[in-house]
């Protein structure tokens, strides 16, 4: 975390990402501590963040809800440039949406396994 130079006005507080992000100001400081988001200090020491931390968190929530680690989310924001453009959230998006398919391709798979009727002990 560094300190903010003149950028203030347009870096985003705790509060106004968990808004625009629909989480709780609890969630996006975990991100935080888990590396998927970064932060910059005010010279009294408040975060804040770039204007478009709020589509990380975004990403990291359904990431999440497919499945994902948040080990694996770091890995798959890894590709995304610090001044991500639309191209760039569309290439995660597929990623996702890859990752999202393979996921249910095992769940299929596995229920398969058990509707099959193998004993399982």
Request: charged share 25%; glycine share 4%; with cysteine.
């Amino acid at each position: 975390m560094t300190n903010l130079g003149t950028h203030e006005a347009s870096m985003l507080t705790v509060g106004e990402v968990a808004k625009l992000s629909d989480t709780a100001p609890s969630a996006i400081r975990f991100y935080e501590r888990q590396g998927l988001i970064a932060s910059q200090r005010t010279s009294g020491n408040q975060r804040r963040y770039q204007p478009w931390v709020p589509c990380v968190v975004r990403v990291a929530r359904v990431a999440q809800r497919v499945g994902l680690s948040v080990r694996e989310i770091t890995r798959a924001l890894d590709d995304v440039p610090e001044h991500p453009t639309p191209d760039d959230w569309q290439r995660l998006t597929l990623h996702l949406i890859s990752e999202a398919e393979r996921r249910i391709a095992q769940l299929e798979a596995a229920r398969a396994d058990l509707a099959f009727g193998a004993k399982l002990c």
